[in-house]
């Protein structure tokens, strides 16, 4: 009897660890996740000792008693790099969503889809070293497949294969990398992409500059803190590691190794740099020269001047394209936000012209909320041509919001409660015997456009209907009484104030509207 109790025991406490895990934060799920496992690890050694008679009727007992789940031994958790959205988060989330469209929008952008997955090849060589971060699809149909990394390849694959020649347009979508995940940053293994595109031939840096324009409202607008846009130019890039020596063929693993500099002190980019890609101390150190300079339109007048550089005319244009660059950003009034910064490298390998980087200043690298990077772009002119059956060319330059990460950033910051629903009306029965003129009336509004919510028993009680308006942050509450009925009058009862007035039916949809649009929206928030 011993063992059986304690098997009936662990049995309880196993079910009480899986609902925890179902309510429990991310922080607190890894520790109910190690004591689930620690329960089952017992188990087993229950069942090695000889106990798994009594387990197994344990276990014939609780299925005869009622259904069970499909798996008790299943550790209920979302996979490694993911994470589900409560209604708080959701709302919050997609506050941040309609804020970026509507920036987007204000700029001219129309919206395209494309599937979740591509053709392998479609996606393979295109991002460097990160390639080994696409998730491959197993083999379905004679087609090998693979979850897009990004949604730069897939416009191009769209422009290309569609003859698009000029298209200014925004997406957001999933995308997919096989990364370490770090959650509290805002990395994860699934996460939504908003990408601002512009395709087509136009005179240089008009479209580059409007897409910094783009990421400056977008941060400005959302408020989290003070932030750089740093700038670069691929051609530059080139052009310098052509001046220290680096031989032409290791470009784009020196420019790998560069773009770690955000997050690891040059020392060790530069041991990366000798002994993994194999070039010399002095190149190296040639390389430590430049990517230390950072500033303004006086960095671009220091290394028009120099005499390595000018010697190489892919880094004079670079260059030039910067200079143009830093102008249209002061007549944007974004001059202030922008960082002309050599470390700037974006390891991936269909860039060819301006690059882009927006981080947060002043972020502690030991903060739950300091996330860095948090847009990214450039202009990438051969990538269409990958994908267009004549090799025709169109030039694009783009930029990616990081979503996820502002989201953490926000989520972080969001203090108290905020309405998760846009209810504008609740419908409340004042006594027993009125749920169908509640229904009549819900019609009504409905109707009218009117989003009106009530209570699903037949006859709640007054109060907890109240209580439920203040709960949800409902603004208005129709009351039904026979005698105001009798009389073709309701109540309408502002929830915040609690005053109420009787207002006849025939004209209660006006007077709603009225009350609604004069309503201060920030009240319901």
């Not at 925004?170 to 370490?180: F, G, M, Q």
């Not at 992409?193 to 324009?213: N, R």
């Not at 249209?328 to 390891?347: K, N, P």
Request: one cysteine or more; aromatic letters at 8%; hydrophobic letters at 35%.
């Amino acid at each position: 009897m011993a063992e059986r109790d304690s098997l009936r025991v662990m049995i309880t406490l196993q079910g009480d660890l899986v609902r925890k895990l179902k309510s429990a934060t991310p922080q607190d799920k890894p520790r109910i996740q190690a004591e689930v496992q620690k329960l089952l690890a017992l188990k087993e050694q229950q069942k090695e000792m000889g106990f798994s008679s009594a387990y197994e009727s344990e276990s014939s007992s609780r299925e005869t008693a009622g259904p069970a789940p499909a798996n008790r031994n299943l550790a209920l958790k979302t996979a490694k790099g993911t994470r589900d959205y409560g209604p708080e988060a959701m709302t919050l989330r997609q506050r941040v969503l309609d804020h970026v469209v509507k920036v987007f929008k204000r700029h001219g952008a129309e919206t395209i889809d494309t599937p979740v997955f591509e053709l392998k090849e479609v996606l393979t060589g295109k991002y460097g070293e990160d390639s080994k971060l696409i998730y491959d699809l197993k083999d379905q149909g004679g087609e090998l497949l693979a979850l897009r990394y990004d949604l730069t390849v897939p416009f191009a694959r769209y422009v290309g294969m569609g003859n698009v020649f000029n298209i200014k347009r925004y997406h957001i979508a999933k995308v997919y990398r096989r990364d370490n995940p770090q959650i509290t940053r805002g990395r994860y293994r699934e996460f939504y992409q908003c990408d601002f595109d512009i395709a087509g031939t136009y005179d240089p840096m008009l479209p580059d500059a409007e897409c910094v324009k783009v990421v400056a409202e977008i941060l400005d607008e959302l408020n989290l803190g003070e932030f750089t846009v740093k700038l670069n130019h691929r051609k530059l890039l080139d052009g310098m590691f052509e001046a220290c020596g680096v031989p032409a063929d290791k470009f784009r693993t020196a420019c790998s190794s560069v773009d770690k500099l955000d997050k690891t002190p040059w020392e060790e980019v530069r041991q990366e740099m000798i002994n993994e890609k194999g070039l010399s101390e002095a190149t190296v150190d040639r390389i430590g020269e430049y990517v230390t300079l950072s500033g303004g339109i006086e960095l671009v007048d220091r290394l028009s001047e120099d005499e390595h550089l000018k010697a190489i005319p892919c880094a004079m244009e670079g260059l030039a394209d910067m200079r143009l660059l830093l102008q249209y950003c002061d007549i944007f009034e974004i001059g202030h936000r922008i960082a002309f910064d050599l470390s700037l490298a974006r390891g991936l390998d269909y860039y060819t012209g301006v690059i882009y980087e927006a981080v947060l200043r002043g972020s502690n690298p030991d903060d739950e909320v300091a996330v860095g990077s948090v847009a990214g772009g450039g202009r990438y002119d051969n990538l269409v041509g990958m994908f267009n059956p004549k090799r025709k060319q169109v030039p694009c330059v783009g930029v990616s919001i990081g979503v996820e990460r502002i989201f953490s950033i926000l989520e972080a910051k969001s203090m108290g409660l905020f309405r998760t629903n846009e209810t504008e009306i609740y419908v409340i029965s004042a006594h027993k015997g009125l749920h169908l003129k509640r229904l009549e009336m819900l019609n009504k509004l409905w109707k009218a456009g009117i989003k009106a919510e009530h209570s699903y028993k037949l006859n709640p009680k007054l109060l907890a209907q109240l209580q439920q308006c203040e709960e949800d942050m409902i603004p208005y509450a129709v009351i039904l009484g026979d005698g105001e009925l009798a009389r073709g009058v309701v109540k309408l009862r502002e929830i915040r104030s609690r005053k109420e007035e009787e207002v006849p039916l025939e004209s209660l949809i006006e007077h709603i509207r009225t009350k609604l649009q004069t309503r201060n929206p920030s009240s319901a928030q």
